[in-house]
C-alpha cells in the first residue's frame, strides 16, 4: 500500500502541479510509494484525518495542533521564504482607504481557511467592528472572494496574502489591498503520521538537501519556496500556542 | 536592568521615575510624550516563562519596542512598562493568566527612546497536562475609543 500525502487545501491554485512534480521527486530520493490526494476544503481534509488515512500532510498552521496533539503526529519541516499572512481587500474605485471608515455592519467574503478569517477578524478590531457586527458570505475559493467584491456583494474580502499577489492583472485591476498582515511567524509545516515514524529521518534529510539536487532547485521553485528547514516539536507547540492566542476571543 | 539615561531618548524634554517591580527590583525609567503609531496590520508576539521572562519575539515587537532581538530575549517582560500604567492593571493580567483564563486589556508600552506605543494585548497561559508551562501574547492596534477611555482611566488606579 502507498503512503497517502495531502496538501492543505488553502495553497495557491497554480501550484497543484507543482506538488505533483515535487512528490515524484520524493518518492525517488526516499525510495517509498507515495500517492497525493488531493482534498476540495478544510472539512474533508478534518475527515480524512479523522479517518487515519492520511501518513504526510503539508498542514495549515491551524490545523497542526489537532495533528500533533490528538493525532501524534511529527513535525518534519517547514518553508523558508514564505509566512501566512493575510490581507483584507477592497474594491479598486472604493474611497475606503483605512479599516476605520467602513460601514460597522461590513459584508465580509471569506473562504473557510481558519487562519486567514481569524486574522482578517483581527485587522478589523481597531475600526471597533467585532465578528458580531459583521455579515459574511462563504466562498469556496480565494477567486470568488475576488469576485464578491467586484461585483459589489461583499464590501471587503479575506485573502491569503501569497494568493492576492498570484491574481492575474485583470483581476487586480479591479480589487486592491486595504491592510495586510504582518506577523511574520504563522507557517504551513510538512507533518508525518505515527504510521511513517521510521522513515520520518530519511524524509527530513531529504528535504532539508533538496536544494543539493539537481532537479531539486526547480522543484522548489515551482513550491514557491527557498528551501525546507527542519522542524522540531518546540516549534510545532510555539505554532499551536501563538494561533490559540489568535483564536481567543 | 539598566537604568534609562537621557543619551538613550529622542528628545530632550521627558519626565523620571523609579519603578519597582513585583520581584523588588528598581529601574529609573525616562518617559517622553512622542507617540511611535501602531503599523496598520502588525501584529506583536511573544512567549514568556512562568515569571514573564521573554523567551521568543517577533520582528513586529522588534521594531516597536526599539530594542534587538538580543537585547530582549532573557529579559523580563516589565522592559517595556510604562510609568503610566497603573499596577492594578497587571496585576489584574497575573491573577487571570494564572487562573488558566485568557486577559485581554490596553496596555501603554515604554520604548526604548522613551517614547510610547499603545497596543491591544491578548495574553494566554499554555497549558500541558493540566499545567501552565508559559504565556503568550499578541497585540495589535488598539481601537483610538478604547485609547482614549484609558487614558482617562487609567490615572484614577493608581
Ligand atoms: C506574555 C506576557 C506579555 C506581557 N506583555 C507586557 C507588555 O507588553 N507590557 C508590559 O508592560 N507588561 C507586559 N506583561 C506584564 C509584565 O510581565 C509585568 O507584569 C508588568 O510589566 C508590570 O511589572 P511588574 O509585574 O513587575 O510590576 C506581560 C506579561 C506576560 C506574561
Redesign the interface.
Known sequence: MPYTMTISPDFKPDLISGWYIFNTWLQKKIDEKIHIEMVNDFKELASAIDKGSIDLIYANPCDIAKLVREKSFTPIAKPVGTHDEAVIIIKQDSTIS???SLPGNVKIAMTDVPNVNT?GL??L????ITPADVETITCSNYITVAKEVIRGKADIGFLLADAFDEFSSLVKKQVKPL???????LHHALLASPGFADKQKKLQDALITIQNDATGADILKNLEFQSWEAMDNDEA??LI??I???S?N | MQDMTPQDLASDDFQESVLTFHDGTKRTVLATEIETK??????I?S?TDLDGVIK?V???FVTMSGFTEDELIGQPHYILRHPDMPPAAFAGLWETVQKKE?WHGYVKNLRKDGGYYWV?A???P?VRNGEIV?Y???R???????VAECMKLYPTLF
Open positions: 483605512e479599516i476605520e486574522i483581527i485587522m478590531e481597531p475600526a471597533d491592510i495586510t498582515s504582518k506577523i511574520h511567524v507547540e510555539f500556542d501563538l490559540d492566542t489568535l481567543t | 501602531f503599523p496598520d496590520g502588525c501584529l508576539v512567549q521568543h517577533n520582528k513586529s485568557k491591544y491578548t495574553v494566554i499554555n508559559s503568550t501574547s499578541v495589535r492596534k488598539p481601537s483610538a475609543n478604547k
